[in-house]
DNA sequence: CGCTTTATTGAGAGATATCAATACTTGTGG
DNA sequence: CCACAAGTATTGATATCTCTCAATAAAGCG
């Protein structure tokens, strides 16, 4: 793990691209200048290494600047279960504010950098921009829903749906920042997506190799290709967003 | 829907029980005055009542004052899922903050009554009250660990498990809130448990009727008997927190 | 008291897990 | 640069858990 501070200016929030899904959204230029004085650390990770452990003291919470993580849960029995990917711009953490301890394992999948946003003093600026605030707990709030959705996907989908559902969520995450987004690297093992999606890695491979197949897509290794979209969605149970709009000219 | 407002003293955030699961943990008396300020009106639901649907714009989030709600998710195909229960003193709505519409749907278990935080001026007062601020940010960060070990009990457990898991995180929470925690009523159904741990009806009554052989439950109808904790407890996986501390004299 | 809803129990089907063998990648050291 | 080892992924055969379909029973409600 190997620390940084932010004196180059092309570390500041206020040039960031990540700036419209990170923090700093909706904030002026004076306020994001005070984001800027709170965030000047950072973590860079290697492949493998954590971030924070299950019962680390929270002290801050972290937004990914460069990299994907993996964050994931231990049962007493040993078992343990990837809970989410984050890609850069998303913030991690969360879950240690409750009782002032992580809940989970953060540990990054590739080398990552992650901002280190010094959790009190976060909450003493929130209390001065209310933006800052609102976003803030916009933030929490959709965290909420993107794991309630992924309860949906465990408790009523079959492997197959599970699959093109999180296929379809790391694309739309992904064009979201800027990146192709049907086209692209997964960062994860087989073994880390059957855990996030509750199926053995044997099953993940057997419905990789289906999707194939049936020419939904191509894959080769860890490099993956969405060639058929639409079917894609259809699996997955919901619209094509792109579609729709398409289709109203 | 049935509103009310709170001009009777016993109505107020000062004399609650909940006050200490609640929104106002932590404050003195003049900040739990102000909150009390704040949350004026309740509603009134009867058993199947929605509180709020899936697309309405976020206005309040909720405390449940008495009674059981349910928050449930629908898919494109008509497939839904109850996501979560909330006893009395949780707060409700939450999902609703990322988009300024809820996602979801809450519907009454049985006669309840919620009380009416309205958003912004919530917003407002937090910054106002660092204590409360950080109270808010803390009920929404165990909301995400609660749905996070709800993700590990359908990702990793067998139906078995999950049912044991469930009851006995129903029993904490009744606990908590110095009920009886050995001894309830089930307010949902056996479909609404079993979309709540991605099981079937079937399979949650013949999981209930094993429990029951072995002599770890008894339970009639919706009347439940927890007879052995610690048999549950090995069953989800998690050491049973009295017996640990009962076990160190 | 009969009707509707809800829950239990049984038998058979199906999806995914498990076990096992093979192939492919990646990294290391000679 | 190649050979080998360790890790990762694919594919096949069988086992198992849970689902589905079906019948019955019990409870709530008018």
């Given amino acids: 793990m190997n620390y940084a501070s932010s004196d180059s200016p092309n570390n500041k929030c206020s040039v960031c691209v990540l700036g419209q ?50 964050t994931e849960y231990c049962l007493q029995d040993g078992r343990q279960q990837v809970i989410g990917f984050h890609l850069p711009g998303e ?39 209310p933006v800052l605030q609102h976003q803030f707990h ?6 909420l829903t993107q794991d309630q959705r992924h309860l949906l996907s465990l408790g009523t989908m079959r492997a197959e749906e599970r699959l093109a559902t999180f296929l379809l969520n790391l694309s739309q995450r992904l064009a979201a920042r800027g990146y192709i987004n049907n086209e692209f690297d997964l960062r994860m093992s087989r073994v880390e997506i059957g855990s996030y999606l509750g199926i053995q890695i044997e099953t993940v491979s057997r419905m990789l190799s ?22 894609l969605y259809e699996l997955s149970g ?10 109203r000219p």
């Fill in 138 to 143: 916009r933030i929490l709030s959709r965290e």
């Fill in 238 to 247: 919901a619209p094509n967003p792109d579609r729709q709009s398409k289709a």
């Fill in 210 to 231: 289906r999707f194939a197949e049936s020419g939904l897509i191509q894959i080769k290794q860890r490099h993956i290709k969405l060639i058929d979209m639409d079917g």
């Fill in 21 to 70: 899904f990170c923090l700093p959204v909706g904030l002026n230029s004076i306020d994001v200048a005070k984001v800027d004085a709170l965030v000047k650390e950072r973590v860079h990770l290697q492949k493998g290494e954590n971030l924070y452990r299950h019962g680390d003291p929270l002290s801050s919470v972290y937004s990914v600047r460069f990299g994907t993580l993996k």
């Fill in 91 to 129: 913030i991690l953490g969360l879950d240690g504010i409750g009782d002032g301890r992580y809940q989970s394992d953060a540990i990054a999948l590739e080398e990552s950098e992650v901002c280190i946003i010094r959790y009190e003093a976060f909450e003493d600026l929130a209390r001065q921009i």
